[in-house]
């Protein structure tokens, strides 16, 4: 395919997309991406209309086809209304979802400018605020297609986190029906936000998440017994388009209930405790993932291990700290029942690793109990 | 450490947590669930949370866990079985303890309830009362389990029966029965009558107890009878209709009893229910509204009407008689009685005698017994086996009483002292319901029967017509007295248009004399026709110059009229006693002014003020002062 034969068939459609009548040439884009996104050898072309008639966008040298630095969006704040209010309108007219995810991950898969994640960040949390399903939908499927623990859905996560719990004096009751509105994108938004806390690979103390934060999830949780199995619903793609392994928030969530008695004492972690218990036992697994990748407990035990480290040097016996048994008392417990229902693939190794923490005594019986199988 | 002290440790741990952090404790018997699947008293702890918690979803799910794999075993198990069928038996009126067991009971799966009810009911040991209960509940919650455990319920209830019939019978005829009568089990004959018998007298016992008797209840008692019947494989008798003939019911009896082998207790059983039902028709037909009261009625003997021209033989002929119609209710009556009369005579053949007697000592019909045997000994003319039932009789009135004693008079054809007494007895009690005078009370020839209203009119009529059918005779004879003629015409009066030819023939015995005293003239007739007969008699004798006709008391039988002391007064043709002849018209007047008196009264007023002259009219005794009637 030659530029010169591309330009020209451009360059005619072109005509009816003008950037100054801005924000109907974005409406107009959007239509017509439907037809292009279709054919595979379009994609240079979706691309260019994207970012010229969408987001704006011009290379700081003025040519958007040959540099190699980043576009850099021209949009007014009013403009960016603008968009966010036409994408809204899109997302919300009825038409396939293969398309509509399709479009969704061509706006904002690839080339996610920092000035194009804020603003997916904005349109995912208006379309918390209205409850709206169809792009709640999209944007589950698109954190997924992403992946749910990458830095731009983690942006995303926290600037969701932001949006609805640090700077809301009482949780939004939109924000409290999201597994309702979106359960796929609630699934995956889990996983995200339980990366940002409580993660001794992100920061060196462990930080709680915002008691609120806890709350919701934990509401989430009890009143949608299956929500942690939402994300392995089947996604709905264009044809040819490879479906990216779904994560359940599972493990995340057993890190926040086994490590928090080192640093919270409140309630609502036993609460959660629970529920990933219930759900863990639930679960069906099937055999190419597990809720549970040892990958996931090898990290909630190095933090263990690094917080009897710290005990030991202030000369306190983990036996005795009330915070460590019962961080060890809940991992005991998920790790019983996840082995009873076979979330966990290398038994052996595990057990091998909880053997050598320092002692617990449920710990020690649950060792016992499955080393004699 | 072993597993029990694992257990153990992890019980502990859970019932720890149970008040300052309930999730947590949760996850401890989530934990030891999984781990220890087989100990009872993990699962027992994971169930008292649930249920100390009001979770009878989950309870239910533990429940059933522990139910299926400890049965038998454990003391606890078996408390909360006992507290979750007490609940289920008392659904609405539970304590809110109570009502957590019924909620739980809905969430458990229906092999889990059942087996709660066959372990409960193998568990009651000698404790009857609570295994029919259980097996009961059972049945309610399980239908289809009837087929199968129904034999056996209804042989725990004949074993109850033998020591609270009351309680078991109320068990079985309210709450078994109709479950079981869509499709009745196959049982033993001699279960099956036996509990047919059980529900006969259970119903039988709320019929006699009049205060609660049931709506319908000869409706019932013929479905149980089918359903019983359907448990021993019989030929179906015909279902209850209430308008339906009881002749109906008997042709198909008889066609029964034609197909079956003799004494077959399929037809001992029909025949009894249809001889109770009939029997219980008389009964209850017996009485009727007049008048805004009830009204009893009495089986009589009917009058039979003497005619001098007769061959003078009474009808001596063995046919039953028949009922008279006098009342509305009595071709009902009648037919209640024939019908159970039948199915007496059936019952008393020798094929059946000895079955049927040993049900009549079970059910409680007693008193309807006797009476029916008693009008039954009236009805076939066996005199003395009345007179012996009569004295077995307690229940009866000293009225009904001397009804029927003048009755078994009236049907021997002679009149004691005894009946006359009983006469006076009657109209000294006659009660306040006025009624009607009876049609057919006295027919020809045959003899027949009347169902007797207990009314002043009936009974008085019926006492007037024994005193007439007594005396009637003598009218023919020679020599009649004048106080006898008189006396008739007096009691004629109720009577007047049924038996003209008496009346005729006394006006022409009058006629035929040259004097006549009526002394009752101006006391006891009012009747226009008479008093129009009497002036013309008295005018176109007027001609004949020896006829005298008197209208005062006589000095000789003043003393009961209580007219002593009066001068005779005699109305007379002879001459031209212009006094007497206004004398005459002043009191024909003064009758005829007194004909809307009421003629019961005057009549029960003659009776009991005439008693002695009645007396020696009827037993031609003289002097009259020396008869002793008290």
Not at chain 1, 158 to 171: A, C, E, G, M, P
Not at chain 2, 436 to 460: C, I, Q, W, Y
Not at chain 2, 478 to 494: A, F, M
Not at chain 2, 591 to 611: P, Y
Request: with cysteine; glycine share 4%.
């Amino acid at each position: 395919m030659s530029s010169s034969e591309n330009n020209s068939k451009g360059s005619h459609r072109k005509l009816d997309l003008k950037a100054e009548n801005y924000p109907a040439c974005a409406v107009e884009a959007l239509t017509r991406l439907e037809t292009l996104i279709a054919s595979r050898n379009k994609q240079n072309l979706v691309m260019q209309i994207i970012s010229e008639y969408i987001f704006l966008e011009r290379n700081k040298d003025g040519d958007g086809r040959k540099s190699q630095s980043l576009p850099i969006s021209q949009m007014t704040l009013c403009q960016e209304f603008q968009l966010i209010i036409a994408l809204i309108e899109y997302f919300s007219r009825p038409g396939r979802d293969a398309t509509r995810n399709a479009i969704f991950l061509s706006l904002f898969g690839s080339h996610l400018t920092p000035q194009r994640c804020k603003l997916l960040s904005r349109l995912i949390s208006t379309a918390i605020s209205g409850s709206l399903a169809p792009l709640l939908s999209a944007a589950g499927t698109w954190m997924q297609q992403v992946g749910c623990k990458t830095p731009h859905s983690l942006e995303v996560a926290q600037n969701l986190v932001s949006d609805f719990i640090l700077y809301s004096r009482k949780t939004p009751e939109q924000f409290k029906q999201l597994p309702m509105v979106g359960p796929h994108f609630a699934a995956n938004l889990m996983v995200a936000v339980a990366e940002l806390y409580l993660n001794e690979q992100r920061s060196a103390a462990l930080t709680p998440p915002p008691d609120a934060l806890l709350d919701a999830i934990t509401e989430w949780m009890n009143e949608n017994p299956t929500l942690c199995q939402a994300s392995q619903q089947p996604l709905i793609l264009p044809a040819g388009a490879i479906a990216m392994p779904f994560a359940t928030p599972l493990a995340g969530l057993l890190r926040w209930a086994v490590l928090a008695p080192m640093v919270s004492s409140r309630l609502a972690y036993s609460n959660l405790h629970l529920s990933v218990l219930r759900t863990l036992q639930q679960t069906v697994t099937s055999g190419e993932s597990t809720p549970l990748p040892l990958q996931d407990l090898m990290q909630v035990i190095k933090s263990l291990q690094n917080y009897c480290a710290r005990l030991s040097e202030t000369s306190v016996d983990p036996r005795t700290d009330a915070a460590y048994q019962k961080c060890m008392e809940r991992l005991a417990q998920a790790v019983q029942i996840a082995l009873s229902c076979n979330c966990i693939t290398n038994q052996i190794q595990l057990l091998c690793v909880l053997e050598s923490l320092p002692n617990q005594k449920l710990m020690d019986i649950i060792i016992a109990a499955n080393k004699k199988l | 450490m072993s597993n029990e002290e694992n257990e153990l440790f992890m019980v502990k741990q859970a019932q720890s947590f149970r008040k300052s952090d309930p999730d947590a404790a949760k996850a401890w018997i989530m934990t030891a669930k999984v781990l220890y699947p087989t100990a009872f008293n993990v699962q027992y702890e994971a169930y008292l949370f649930e249920r100390d918690g009001k979770n009878y979803e989950e309870a239910a799910k533990c429940f059933s866990v522990i139910a299926t794999n400890f049965p038998n075993r454990h003391a606890e198990l078996w408390q909360e079985i006992n507290a979750l069928t007490n609940a289920l038996r008392t659904e609405n009126e539970n304590t809110p303890e109570q009502e957590f067991f019924v909620k739980m009971y809905k969430h458990l799966t229906d092999d889990v309830q059942h087996n709660i009810f066959m372990h409960t009911i193998n568990h009651c040991g000698d404790d009857l009362e609570q295994c029919i209960c259980i097996y009961i509940l059972m049945f309610k919650k399980f239908p289809k389990s009837v087929t199968t455990h129904a034999p056996r319920l209804l042989e725990l209830l004949a074993e109850g029966m033998t020591t609270d019939p009351d309680v078991y019978q109320r068990i079985l005829v309210e709450d078994v029965l109709p479950m079981i009568q869509h499709k009745p089990p196959e049982l033993p004959p001699v279960l099956a009558c036996r509990l047919y018998t059980n529900s006969l007298e259970y119903y039988l016992r709320q019929i006699m107890d009049s205060e609660t008797e049931p709506a319908d209840p000869w409706k019932t008692i013929f479905k149980v009878l089918m359903l019983c019947g359907q448990m021993m494989g019989w030929e179906p008798f015909l279902p209850f209709s209430k308008q339906g003939s009881q002749n109906v019911y008997w042709e198909k009896l008889v066609d029964i009893l034609s197909a079956s082998p003799p004494g077959s207790s399929k037809v001992l059983f029909y025949a009894t229910t249809l001889f109770i039902y009939s029997l219980y028709g008389y009964i209850r037909n017996c009485r009727l509204r007049i008048d805004d009261a009830d009204v009893s009625h009495v089986l009589v003997e009917g009058f039979i009407e003497w005619a001098p021209d007769g061959d003078g033989a009474e009808d001596q002929s063995m046919e039953p008689p028949k009922f008279s119609l006098t009342t509305p209710n009595s071709p009902d009556l009648s037919n209640a009685f024939l019908h159970a009369a039948q199915c007496w005579q059936l019952l008393n053949t020798d094929q059946f005698q000895r079955d049927f007697s040993q049900l009549m000592v079970a059910l409680p019909l007693a008193p309807w017994i006797s009476r029916f045997l008693f009008d039954l000994a009236i009805y076939f003319g066996h005199r003395d086996e009345a007179n012996k039932l009569m004295g077995e009789m307690t229940t009866q009135s000293s009225l009904v009483k001397s009804l029927q004693i003048l009755s078994l008079n009236l049907m021997q054809g002679s009149m004691t002292l005894q009946g006359f007494q009983c006469i006076l007895t009657i109209i000294g009690e006659l009660p306040a319901t006025n009624g009607h005078l009876l049609e057919n009370m006295t027919l020809k020839g045959h003899r027949h029967m009347v169902f007797l209203p207990l009314t002043r009119a009936a009974l008085v009529q019926y006492c007037t017509g024994a005193i007439v059918s007594r005396i009637s005779r003598q009218v023919y004879e020679p020599n009649c007295s004048d106080r006898l003629l008189g006396d008739l015409l007096v009691l004629q009066q109720l009577n007047l248009l049924n038996d003209t030819r008496l009346t005729q023939q006394i006006f022409s015995v009058i006629k035929q004399r040259k004097s006549f005293n009526l002394r009752t003239l101006s006391t006891y007739i009012i009747n226009i026709d008479l008093i129009e007969e009497l002036s013309h008699i008295w005018n176109s004798q007027l001609e004949d110059s020896n006829f005298e006709l008197t209208g005062s008391p006589t000095g000789v039988s003043s003393t009961a009229s209580g007219a002593a002391g009066v001068p005779p007064r005699r109305i007379g043709t002879r001459g031209a006693d212009k006094g007497a002849r206004d004398e005459f018209k002043t009191i024909t007047r003064q009758q005829i002014a007194r004909c809307n008196e009421n003629i019961i009264t005057l009549l029960a007023n003659f009776i009991s003020q005439e008693q002695l002259m009645l007396a020696q009219h009827i037993f031609g005794i003289q002097p009259v002062e020396t008869i002793e009637i008290k």
